[in-house]
């Protein structure tokens, strides 16, 4: 069956960077996009951008712009998503997620488990 | 691109419906078809319920219904079980290839 599978917890100052994989398996990786949503303790959801895999396109949440790569390589199955500069309120719990190939269309029907993000001084 | 606007919270008892409102404009929501609704039990991942205002994807029992009228979606969970108490999110593509969520509702089962 279709699955994702997360890279494990970090902790990170303020300022560093960090990078959170997601390995796809069980369906045609290339043939889809990765959506990446947030959700700091106790709170909601956020739409923090999307990638096509088939032809790398991205697009990313305003508020993530400029500090924010997503990536994908369709030989190894695996999509990663870079934050930089992080704050405090960047605290927060980090999905992959399966979706379309066209942007922000908001099928995502597999889910990681999902990677805690900490950022503390 | 503001928040879709959901009520905190809904409840009903087993067997009862409960119905849960996402409020956006005519620039999401209002707008296009992409409206979907995601739940998410405590501690797990959020799972697809709805997508494209009202399809299920296999697996969702057709107890879960959703709807759209102007700019107002609505997730309607029929005979309500135990096991549908969770948190509630809309979604809907909004202009220039955004996605913008609500902010969640708590739906418990008296």
């Known amino acids: 069956q279709a699955q994702v599978v997360q890279s494990g917890p970090e902790v990170k100052k303020p300022g560093a960077s960090v990078k959170v994989s997601c390995k796809a398996s069980g369906y045609t990786f290339g043939n889809s996009g990765i959506t990446w949503v947030r959700q700091a303790p106790g709170q909601g959801l956020e739409w923090v951008g999307w990638i096509s895999v088939y032809n790398r396109n991205t697009k990313y949440a305003d508020k993530f712009q400029g500090r924010v790569t997503m990536t994908a390589d369709t030989s190894t199955s695996t999509a990663e998503m870079e934050l930089r500069n992080l704050r405090p309120d960047d605290t927060a719990v980090y999905y992959c997620?399966?979706?379309?190939?066209?942007?922000?269309?908001?099928?995502?029907?597999?889910w990681g488990q999902g990677t805690t993000v900490t950022v503390s001084s | 691109q503001s928040a879709l606007t959901q009520p905190p919270s809904a409840s009903g008892s087993p067997g009862q419906s409960v119905t849960i409102s996402c409020t956006g404009s005519?620039?999401?929501?209002?707008?296009?078809?992409?409206v979907s609704w995601y739940q998410q039990l405590p501690g797990k991942a959020p799972r697809l319920l709805i997508y494209e205002v009202n399809k299920r994807p296999s697996g969702v029992p057709d107890r879960f219904a959703g709807s759209r009228s102007g700019n107002t979606a609505s997730l309607t969970v029929s005979g309500l079980q135990a096991e549908d108490e969770a948190d509630y999110y809309c979604?809907?593509?909004?202009?220039?290839?955004?996605?913008?969520f609500g902010g969640g509702t708590r739906v418990t089962v008296l």
């Open positions: 005519s620039s999401d929501l209002g707008a296009y078809n992409f």
């Open positions: 997620t399966r979706d379309r190939m066209v942007a922000a269309t908001s099928k995502m029907d597999v």
């Open positions: 979604s809907s593509y909004a202009d220039s290839n955004n996605l913008v």
